[in-house]
């Protein structure tokens, strides 16, 4: 499992808001309101948060929830809207333009790691477009998501009861019938995505996979 270090996790975060800009360089007209794998968020309102979360400061962040009375939701429907261009286009300029950032709300570092990662597949899964994560940073958010109860938006209490194995680098947590899979897939799966059933196996993916689909993101 890699580091959390600034000096690791910002330029993996870099590189991967570069490489969902050059995904997303080529798309045109009705893809980008292809719902996300994010219930009630389309494509083009995913990337909108993507920049909103980019330039949170910490101290913007405590006004912000002020402002909402603590409502984590509004307050990312209130980013959504703020930076959504009605053209795609430039909400995506937008997203060039602070992909260099390293500022973001006050949480752990992996954080930011589980949102390039989860929301990158948020959008390119819709619109089949396929990526290579690193997967040992990818681990790294996944060992977050499972310290990270879901009411903070972890999923803590989806793994609960069961190991979950990575088959593409070396990571293994918990006790109970074992789930195998690629690291992005387990991610994705205890962050409260939909993934394929073929993605996991092992003895306990198809209760596994139940739990995990009976959650929202």
Request: with cysteine; glycine share 8%; proline share 6%.
């Amino acid at each position: 499992m890699a580091s959390r270090s600034r000096s690791v996790v910002w330029p993996v975060v870099h590189e991967e808001r570069r490489a969902l800009i050059r995904d997303l360089e080529p798309l045109h007209g009705p893809p980008w309101n292809a719902e996300s794998l994010c219930p009630g968020w389309s494509v083009h309102d995913v990337l909108a948060h993507l920049i909103d979360s980019a330039k949170t400061t910490r101290l913007g962040f405590v006004r912000r929830m002020m402002a909402v009375r603590f409502d984590f939701d509004q307050d990312n429907a209130v980013g959504v809207e703020r930076e959504r261009s009605s053209d795609p286009r430039h909400t995506l300029k937008s997203f060039h333009a602070v992909a260099g950032r390293t500022s973001g709300p006050p949480a752990s570092l992996a954080t930011r790691l589980v949102e390039a990662f989860v929301h990158g597949e948020d959008i390119r899964r819709p619109l089949s477009i396929s990526h290579s994560y690193p997967p040992e940073h990818v681990a790294t958010a996944l060992d977050y998501q499972l310290k990270t109860t879901t009411r903070m938006g972890g999923g803590k209490e989806i793994a609960a009861g069961w190991r979950l194995v990575a088959t593409d680098t070396r990571y293994a947590r918990g006790e109970g019938p074992e789930v195998q899979g690629p690291a992005i897939s387990l991610l994705l799966a205890v962050s409260g995505r939909a993934i394929a059933g073929n993605e996991l196996t092992g003895p306990g993916a198809d209760v596994f996979l139940q739990r995990a689909r009976g959650t929202v993101c």
